[in-house]
């Protein structure tokens, strides 16, 4: 029943409306461009193969050398899970200041002070 669903809206509100545009665009005449000596050479994508290698490479030696991914037994990723809230607590989420006060101009007591 849900595929169906998705698949009625995704027919009729994502596919059929570029059907028609689809076909104006094909039967256009083709046009007649010119690019930068650099693409009709193919020299500008040797370039970019180069750059993702080589930042795939680099970034692999990186990982590698500060050990990232490295799960050796199921007790190290339990203790990985355990650890992370209070890293996620330590790390993203900010600090109170010491002095607060209530709309009534009480101090309130902070959750640092609290344990």
């Known amino acids: 029943m849900i595929f169906a669903c998705k698949l009625t809206f995704a027919?009729?509100?994502q596919i059929k409306p570029l059907v028609e545009p689809t076909n104006i665009i094909k039967r256009l005449p083709p046009l007649a461009y010119s690019r930068h000596d650099l693409v009709s050479k193919n020299i500008f994508y040797g370039y970019s193969y180069f750059y993702t290698l080589l930042s795939v490479i680099i970034g692999g030696v990186m990982g590698a050398r500060a050990r990232?991914?490295?799960?050796?037994?199921?007790?190290?990723?339990?203790?990985?899970?355990?650890?992370f809230p209070k890293a996620f607590v330590d790390q993203l989420v900010p600090k109170q200041p010491k002095?607060?006060?209530?709309?009534?101009?009480?101090?309130?007591?902070?959750?640092?002070?609290?344990?």
Request: charged share 25%; no cysteine.
């Open 11 to 13: 027919y009729f509100l």
């Open 68 to 83: 990232l991914g490295e799960v050796w037994s199921i007790e190290m990723v339990h203790k990985r899970f355990e650890s």
């Open 99 to 115: 002095n607060l006060m209530s709309m009534s101009g009480q101090p309130v007591q902070s959750h640092e002070e609290k344990k």
